[in-house]
């Protein structure tokens, strides 16, 4: 079992930034693909970056050159950077783990965009 513990959101003003952190705790694989999403109210949970244990990243469009994810493999934690901030990314962020055979996932942090 993996117990994955997101901090880091807050509110912040349009233009601002953020650092969210993931930490996981448990029966870590070494294999392993983590990533960050979001849930803004009303829509869907969406896809914002994945980073695989080599150090690959991903990352949605509406994201790009504005988010950065990174990970710390010593710590078993991720990082989301996210700078430029706008309403629009004002959501609840999960932080997710993916081996071969399991998904874990965080209890989220509300990350609030707003003047």
């Known amino acids: 079992q993996v117990q994955l513990v997101e901090s880091g959101g807050a509110l912040v003003q349009p233009g601002g930034s953020l650092r969210l952190s993931c930490a996981a705790s448990g029966s870590i694989s070494r294999s392993n693909t983590m990533g960050w999403y979001r849930q803004a109210p009303g829509k869907q949970r969406e896809l914002v970056a994945l980073i695989g244990s080599g150090g690959s990243t991903n990352y949605a469009d509406s994201v790009k050159g504005r988010f950065t994810i990174s990970r710390d493999n010593a710590k078993n934690t991720v990082y989301l950077q996210m700078d430029s901030l706008t309403p629009k990314d004002t959501a609840v962020y999960y932080c997710?783990?993916?081996?071969?055979?399991?998904?874990?996932w965080g209890q989220g942090t509300q990350v609030t965009v707003s003047s």
């Open positions: 997710k783990m993916m081996t071969g055979l399991y998904t874990f």
